[in-house]
């Protein structure tokens, strides 16, 4: 496997969700990347991607998702980055806690954290967040 790396720019609207992950898809499937792999980088894509439109950039179109993405015979690593204020992520609430255990949405951050081995997000002072996230082959 050689390293390759995809790079993605998209407006702030939910079909960017889905040019994302068939982008990303094509990358792995270049690669030779294993079927749940695959399916675990599509599910925290889909993820990230939606936050980043929807709760990074307001869905504002005018704003934009950078998405840089590298496979390598190591892994795989993926940044997402939005263009809005930026956001805590220990202040999102407990998914699997009682009281939201119910709710519709909030489970993001969650599935993002379950699917790959390493996800972290910085804070830009400029504006805007970035997620990282890593799946080890």
Known sequence: MTVETTELTLPSRIEAVEEAAVAISGLLGRSGVAEDVAFAVDMALREAVTNAVIHGNNKDEDKLVHISATVSPEGF????????????????PDPTASENILKTS????????????????????????????TKRF
């Open 106 to 133: 909030g489970r993001g951050i969650f599935f993002m954290r379950n699917f790959m081995d390493e996800v972290k997000w910085l804070i830009r002072p400029a504006g805007g967040t970035t997620v990282l996230m």
């Open 77 to 92: 690593e993926i940044s997402i980055h939005d263009e809005g204020a930026g956001f805590n992520p220990a202040e999102v």
